[in-house]
């Protein structure tokens, strides 16, 4: 059983209730990310999930050279501290390079890696000696037994506070599948683990020039991660995600999210042992 990792007032791990990682994948403008991150913070108090806002403020990995990135680096930390500041909610996002470490650093709680990016031994490195929290998302690439080194580069900095995030493995061409018994492998680890089961349902350069999706799935496959007993859920919503800047086709409506999301937290409550007789 993974050791609790403790962030503001949300714990992941150590049998405790599920944990929700979400919003938008990229922040498209101010008042569309503070109008996200209100209504997550509404479903924390209304459903008492713990909750953890996650928006990029560059997307480097996008497939083609003309898409949509985000803000950048100061804005999007500005953006970031504001939804701290309105909502109180513990923050995310990911960094690509050395260079932003110590400014997302200074504005974040979770420092994420992302999977293309879980073997750069010198952001790794970075980032644990960051202190925060590091999410580490596993490569489409790595088998779950290979995120270990990715735990042993972090934890060398004597930063132990780690978590890891499944996200789909490669699946032939433009295809991700997953294997449930990852989240299992990756809990042997000591880290909690979290569930990111909208990329795992992104369909990578599936549309030529930016990635498809199938959010019909996110539901289904999140079920069975919590019946695995993961840790946390990852999810991208978005208002109107047919006309997202980015992963739109695998992002869940906002509207959709509280229904979900008390679906899931029924089934957590019973495989942890969390309900009342």
Known sequence: MP???KVADVVFGGEQ??????????MEDETQTLTIARQLAELQRE?????VFKASFDKANRTSLSAYRGPGLQE?????DKVRQETGLPLLSDVHDVG???AAAGVLDILQIPAFLCRQTDLLLAAGRSGKIVNIKKGQFL???DMANAVTKVASTGNERILLTERGTSFGYN???????????MRETGCPVVFDATHAVQLPGGAGTSSGGQRQYVAALSRAAVAVGVDGLFWEVHPDPDHALCDGANSLPLAEVKAILKEMLAIDAVIKGNTQS
């Open 3 to 5: 050791a609790a990792l």
């Open 17 to 26: 209730p599920l944990v929700l990682i979400a919003g938008p994948c990229v």
């Open 47 to 51: 459903l008492g999930v713990g909750v």
């Open 76 to 80: 999007g930390l500005r953006i970031l």
């Open 100 to 102: 932003q470490v110590d």
């Open 143 to 145: 088998a779950p037994w």
């Open 175 to 185: 295809n991700l599948v997953v294997d449930m018994r990852s989240l299992a492998i």
